[in-house]
Each structure stands twice: as C-alpha cells, then as structure tokens.
C-alpha cells in the first residue's frame, strides 16, 4: 500500500482524523497514536459526532503544555478540533 500525501488538508501541515469511521473500542488508541505521530507544528483535525471531554482529559494528561486544543466547531452532532504539537 503506497502513501499518498494526498490526505493533507493544506500546506499547513493540516492532516484530518474523523473518529466516526473507527470504531468505538479502537478510538482512543488511533487517536494517540496519531497524534504521536505529529511533528511540533503539525495539526490534526478531528471530527466526531460528540463533544469528547473525557478524551480531552486524558490528552491534557499525556500531553500538557506539548499540545494545544483549539475547538473549530462545536455543535450538537457535530464537533471539529484541532491538536498542534508544540
């Protein structure tokens, strides 16, 4: 299977997650490592049907300040935030 930067949302190093397509179980794990896989600088978009708080929680813990947590949108059925490695 080949890599395509193709799933790169801009030049800003934007790359998307939408937690929809995992499942539930596997979530939490994909999301970490995802976000372990980030350069400082770089962002990951995510898109969920909920408001994750306890998710947000755990990063806080994991992370700290080598994170941050931006809310691009945050409505009922639907929530986007961006995670930039410091």
Same mark, same amino acid.
């Given at each position: 299977?080949?890599?395509?930067?193709?799933?790169?949302?801009? /030049?800003?190093?934007?790359? +998307? *997650? #939408?937690?929809? %397509?995992?499942?539930? $179980? *596997?979530?939490?794990?994909?999301? *970490? =490592?995802?976000?372990?896989?980030?350069? +400082? %600088?770089?962002?990951?978009?995510?898109?969920?049907?909920?408001? +994750?708080? +306890?998710?947000?929680?755990?990063?806080?813990?994991?992370?700290?300040? =080598?994170?941050?947590? /931006?809310?691009?949108? $945050?409505?009922? %059925? %639907?929530?986007?935030? #961006? *995670?930039?490695?410091?």
């Amino acid at each position: 299977m080949s890599h395509s930067c193709a799933n790169i949302i801009s /030049a800003d190093m934007l790359y +998307p *997650f #939408d937690a929809r %397509g995992v499942a539930k $179980r *596997f979530r939490h794990a994909a999301i *970490f =490592g995802a976000l372990d896989s980030l350069h +400082p %600088g770089e962002t990951m978009r995510f898109v969920n049907d909920h408001d +994750p708080l +306890p998710l947000l929680a755990q990063l806080q813990d994991r992370y700290g300040d =080598g994170i941050n947590i /931006a809310y691009v949108q $945050r409505e009922p %059925g %639907g929530i986007m935030i #961006d *995670f930039t490695r410091r």
